[in-house]
């Protein structure tokens, strides 16, 4: 796997979404990342991963009401590295699902970008629910 391992747009200008992004990339790194916290003293665990989907959800809520403050929330919502790198710390997360967050908060610039983040993790939830049933080692 490249250092890069996630990115939101086939063609930012034209607005369009890497068309697996919400399926293949979304299914492979919900893998990934609960198959690693399996095998690392069960980090990753589904309620520590879904404390960011729900910070997200509420950012998402808050700023898709008034967009035109967009700008002034960002930085908040790039707080998250900071959270992820807390939960690290901590040894509750991995490094892959750190760099999962922090390439998707380099990803974010507008708040399309944004929507397309919150779409992601939603997709990225689903399929990690799934592994958390599944044993897929």
């Known amino acids: 796997m490249s250092d890069r391992i996630i990115s939101f747009w086939k063609d930012r200008n034209q607005r369009l979404i890497n068309p697996d992004l919400f399926s293949e990339v979304a299914e492979s ?3 990934k990342i609960r198959e690693e916290g399996r095998r690392d003293k069960d980090k990753n665990k589904i309620t ?3 404390k960011f989907y729900d910070e997200i959800l509420q950012w998402y809520e808050l700023v898709r009401h008034s967009r035109k403050e967009y700008d002034k929330y960002l930085p908040y919502i790039k707080i998250l590295r900071a959270k992820v790198y807390y939960a690290k710390g901590r040894k509750l997360v ?3 699902f750190v760099k999962l967050i ?16 919150k779409s992601f993790f939603e997709a990225f939830m689903g399929f990690y629910r799934y592994y958390d049933e599944v044993k897929t080692t």
């Open 29 to 31: 790194l919900a893998r």
């Open 48 to 50: 520590q991963v879904r």
């Open 94 to 96: 991995t490094e892959t």
């Open 102 to 117: 922090e390439q998707c908060l380099d990803e974010i610039h507008t708040f399309e970008d944004f929507e397309v983040f």
